[in-house]
């Protein structure tokens, strides 16, 4: 599970089924990961990258319980991150007994991101700005290992050895050729569904446990194409309202929450009517999904009345809006996120 980032990462999660995989005992694997954790860091410092996201916020949880004041963890706004997200975070893992550090980097990454429009690309640059941003960090703290919460379908989707590319994500395929840090991965071999279990188990608040799945890169792959600070406020403020929305919904009854469930911004503009006048304005796309453990998605089923309220409130909140799309593709064909 932990160890130097050159090991070959482990494979019997590709060559078994689920059904012939042994049945996942939480207690067991959280008393495995605290003795490795433990075992692999040994007297050295650490730090770890939290999200918010609930694989990393299960890894910070296990490394706080295995090296203590040893820990140093960070949450790093990129500018690309959710509406509010670095107080929410700090929030919850304060109550999760975590104590996390924010840290600015957002002009950063958008320097680092101008004019690019590949997301393989754009995925890299996140990846490799994230570990120079941690480096830093590290060398302040003086820590050996940088801790993550990848998880197996991050490096399976991220391809290598025998297995083709679908998407890379920044933690795995960001990585860069010389790390700084040796690299520990306690969630490695875990699939969505047993890091939420692992996270009950370890008494994490149901808003951390049962939260949706955000991107490791955040925003950046909600937004199709060049990526500049107004395109992340749009798709920010759009994915605010289509959080409130469904969960509105969920909790009137009117429909089970998606497993995700958010929106994103194409790069083309269409032409509409503000008052009396032409309009030439950005199309969002919202996308809800059903999944178990990300591998494979169905499109939920969302009635039209609840897609009409997303859509009124992005159009009259959000000027640069001007049309909304209900994306109903399952995975595969598609990704979950957009890129």
Same mark, same amino acid.
């Given at each position: *599970?932990?160890?130097?980032?050159?090991?070959? +990462?482990?494979?019997?999660? /590709?060559?078994?089924?689920?059904?012939?995989?042994?049945?996942?005992?939480?207690?067991?694997?959280?008393?495995?990961?605290?003795?490795?954790?433990?075992?692999?860091?040994?007297?050295?410092?650490?730090?770890?990258?939290?999200?918010?996201? &609930?694989?990393?916020? &299960?890894?910070?949880?296990?490394?706080?319980?295995?090296?203590?004041?040893?820990?140093?963890?960070?949450?790093?706004?990129?500018?690309? *991150?959710?509406?509010?997200?670095?107080?929410?975070?700090?929030? *919850?893992?304060?109550?999760?007994?975590?104590?996390?550090?924010?840290?600015?980097?957002?002009?950063? =990454?958008?320097?680092?991101?101008?004019?690019?429009?590949?997301?393989?690309?754009?995925?890299?640059?996140?990846? %490799?700005? =994230?570990?120079?941003?941690?480096?830093?960090?590290?060398?302040?703290?003086?820590?050996?290992?940088?801790?993550?919460?990848?998880?197996?379908?991050?490096? +399976? %989707?991220?391809?290598?050895?025998?297995?083709?590319?679908?998407?890379?994500?920044? #933690?795995?395929?960001?990585?860069?050729? !010389?790390?700084?840090?040796?690299?520990?991965?306690?969630?490695?071999?875990?699939?969505?569904?047993?890091?939420?279990?692992?996270?009950?188990?370890?008494?994490?608040?149901?808003?951390?446990?049962?939260?949706?799945?955000?991107?490791?890169?955040?925003?950046?792959?909600?937004?199709?194409?060049?990526?500049?600070?107004?395109?992340?406020?749009? &798709?920010?403020?759009?994915?605010?309202? &289509?959080?409130?929305?469904?969960?509105?919904?969920?909790?009137?009854?009117?429909?089970? /929450?998606?497993?995700?469930?958010?929106?994103?911004?194409?790069?083309? !503009?269409?032409?509409?009517?503000?008052?009396?006048?032409?309009?030439?304005?950005?199309?969002?796309?919202?996308?809800?999904?059903?999944? /178990?453990?990300?591998?494979?998605?169905?499109?939920?089923?969302?009635?039209?009345?609840?897609?009409?309220?997303?859509?009124?409130?992005?159009? #009259?909140?959000?000027?640069?809006?001007?049309?909304? /799309?209900?994306?109903?593709?399952? !995975?595969?064909?598609?990704?979950?996120?957009?890129?």
């Amino acid at each position: *599970m932990c160890g130097n980032a050159d090991l070959p +990462i482990s494979t019997h999660t /590709l060559t078994s089924t689920r059904s012939e995989r042994m049945p996942f005992t939480p207690e067991k694997f959280i008393q495995g990961a605290v003795s490795s954790i433990k075992g692999t860091v040994g007297g050295e410092r650490a730090i770890i990258a939290v999200s918010g996201g &609930v694989d990393s916020s &299960v890894a910070a949880a296990l490394a706080s319980r295995a090296l203590g004041k040893s820990i140093y963890c960070v949450f790093v706004d990129t500018g690309l *991150m959710r509406k509010d997200e670095g107080k929410l975070v700090k929030a *919850m893992l304060s109550r999760a007994g975590v104590e996390l550090h924010v840290v600015d980097a957002s002009a950063d =990454f958008f320097i680092a991101l101008k004019g690019v429009g590949d997301p393989e690309r754009k995925r890299k640059i996140i990846g %490799e700005r =994230f570990i120079r941003v941690f480096e830093a960090e590290a060398k302040k703290r003086k820590a050996a290992y940088l801790v993550q919460g990848t998880i197996a379908p991050d490096w +399976i %989707e991220s391809g290598g050895g025998s297995r083709e590319t679908i998407k890379s994500h920044h #933690n795995v395929g960001g990585l860069p050729k !010389k790390l700084g840090m040796k690299l520990c991965e306690p969630l490695r071999d875990l699939y969505k569904h047993e890091v939420r279990i692992t996270a009950r188990a370890l008494g994490l608040p149901p808003e951390m446990s049962e939260r949706q799945p955000f991107p490791g890169p955040g925003l950046a792959v909600r937004i199709v194409g060049e990526i500049t600070p107004e395109k992340a406020r749009i &798709v920010r403020e759009a994915c605010a309202i &289509v959080e409130e929305e469904l969960e509105r919904a969920a909790d009137d009854g009117k429909i089970e /929450l998606p497993w995700q469930y958010f929106a994103a911004l194409l790069p083309s !503009k269409t032409v509409g009517v503000r008052g009396d006048e032409r309009s030439y304005q950005y199309t969002v796309v919202v996308r809800a999904v059903r999944s /178990l453990d990300g591998m494979t998605a169905n499109f939920s089923h969302i009635p039209p009345d609840v897609l009409q309220k997303i859509s009124t409130r992005i159009t #009259n909140e959000i000027r640069e809006a001007g049309r909304v /799309l209900y994306d109903i593709t399952n !995975k595969p064909p598609a990704t979950v996120e957009l890129e």
